[in-house]
């Protein structure tokens, strides 16, 4: 880590003490929001998790619906129409009924690589959530460097500025 906190520190002059309080009268705002709710982010955490897997599964349950579609209670009529011979006559075409089929099926698959692509959106959601988090996590570091350098900072800097 870059502002790591060691025993054996030189002496630390007025400016940077100067600059340590300055730094950390920038960073704390920003600290205690990103790093108060810890607990919130957990929560959180797991449930665009769960989010995310029921959207693969809804995903991967509606593409494979479409191979199984002309066997399920509604849908089945699709297949019948496209199997007898008197649906054909009285439409007007074969391939016809044939497209509606198809187009029916391309529908479904459709909405499962939407379901996917929600999934995969709620992922990218989730990393920058995280990414938030791991640099409140550093900023938190900063400030209790900073606020170990406030202390360190000698007395008489305090006492000629009163």
Same mark, same amino acid.
């Given at each position: #880590? !870059?502002?790591?906190?060691?025993?054996?520190?030189?002496?630390?002059?007025?400016?940077?003490?100067?600059?340590?309080?300055? #730094?950390?009268?920038?960073? =704390?705002?920003?600290?205690?929001?990103?790093?108060?709710?810890?607990? #919130?982010?957990?929560?959180?955490?797991?449930?665009?998790?769960?989010?995310? *897997?029921?959207?693969? *599964?809804?995903?991967?349950?509606?593409?494979? !619906?479409?191979?199984? #579609?002309?066997?399920? !209670?509604?849908?089945?009529?699709?297949?019948?129409?496209?199997?007898?011979?008197?649906?054909?006559?009285?439409?007007?075409?074969?391939?016809?009924?044939?497209?509606?089929?198809?187009?029916?099926?391309?529908?479904?698959?459709?909405?499962?690589?939407?379901?996917?692509?929600?999934?995969? *959106?709620?992922?990218?959601?989730?990393?920058?959530? =995280?990414?938030?988090?791991?640099?409140?996590?550093?900023?938190?570091?900063?400030?209790?460097?900073?606020?170990?350098?406030?202390?360190?900072?000698?007395?008489?800097?305090?006492?000629?500025?009163?």
């Amino acid at each position: #880590m !870059f502002f790591n906190s060691s025993k054996n520190q030189s002496p630390i002059s007025e400016t940077q003490a100067e600059d340590a309080v300055k #730094m950390l009268t920038t960073i =704390s705002p920003l600290v205690s929001n990103l790093y108060s709710g810890r607990t #919130m982010f957990a929560i959180n955490q797991g449930l665009t998790n769960l989010t995310e *897997l029921f959207f693969y *599964l809804l995903g991967l349950m509606s593409i494979a !619906f479409s191979f199984i #579609m002309n066997t399920v !209670f509604p849908f089945h009529v699709l297949g019948e129409i496209i199997s007898k011979r008197a649906y054909e006559m009285a439409l007007t075409s074969k391939g016809d009924i044939q497209l509606f089929s198809i187009a029916v099926k391309g529908l479904v698959i459709f909405i499962g690589v939407l379901f996917i692509f929600i999934g995969i *959106l709620i992922r990218k959601t989730g990393k920058r959530k =995280s990414l938030l988090q791991n640099a409140g996590k550093e900023l938190k570091l900063i400030e209790t460097y900073f606020l170990e350098i406030q202390k360190a900072q000698p007395k008489t800097t305090t006492e000629n500025k009163e």
